[in-house]
């Protein structure tokens, strides 16, 4: 029976497997060519499968997709929610822009994906974006407006923060090509951490 029609049984260890292999190869294909640009069989010969052995699995493009960025929306909000409004302002706010510079280094293709999906118009997950996303980034910027007007840090727009950290950050996973053909033979995360929070440690410090 296809995957995701018996939710009761459960998945044998090969089914895993398969699904594992489905999916990171989905990951691939999609980040590199975006979901319009992706094929069932690209992503069929990626993992090594036949394509009916992969419609077992997951019935369409789109199925595999949704459930790669439903996954995805977890892991891209953790690193704002460890951000702890009792903790020293700067030093969370820094913590943060090193949190979300090491997600472009471990997840250069999931960033890509979610990049790819927004320059899109997000139709497959608009309505996380106005709702998870928007209430997750409503709070912190709350955090992040109290902040300054306790004086704790500069007097900055919390969301344009927000956003600025998001750009300076995923630009390394977004732009990986660009990023290493400037560079040449200089690995982007050696300098990156320092000169991020160079940057925004002027920004904020008071």
């Given at each position: 029976m296809p995957d995701g029609q018996d939710t009761k049984r459960p998945r044998t260890r090969i089914q895993q497997r398969n699904r594992d292999l489905i999916l990171g190869a989905a990951l691939?294909?999609?980040s590199t060519h975006g979901f319009r640009g992706a094929t069932l069989d690209q992503i069929a010969t990626e993992a090594g499968l036949s394509k009916p052995n992969l419609l077992y699995y997951?019935?369409?493009k789109e199925a595999i997709h949704n459930e790669l960025l439903s996954g995805l929306m977890d892991t891209w909000l953790d690193p704002m929610r460890a951000l702890e409004s009792s903790g020293e302002p700067i030093a969370e706010l820094l913590a943060y822009v090193d949190r979300k510079l090491e997600m472009s280094r471990l997840y250069p293709r999931?960033?890509?994906?979610?990049?790819n999906e927004i320059v899109q118009g997000a139709p497959r997950i608009l309505e996380a974006l106005k709702g998870e996303l928007k209430e997750l980034v409503d709070e912190k910027a709350a955090v992040i407006r109290d902040w300054t007007?306790?004086?704790k840090i500069a007097d900055v727009h919390p969301y344009h923060l927000i956003?600025?950290?998001w750009s300076l950050t995923q630009?390394?996973?977004d732009f990986d090509v660009q990023v290493r053909a400037v560079l040449g033979d200089e690995?982007?995360?050696d300098a990156a951490p320092a000169y991020l929070r160079e940057i925004f440690l002027?920004?904020?410090t008071p």
């Open positions: 691939e294909v999609f997951f019935p369409s999931e960033s890509r994906l979610f990049a007007k306790q004086g956003f600025s950290i630009h390394y996973a690995e982007p995360y002027k920004i904020l």
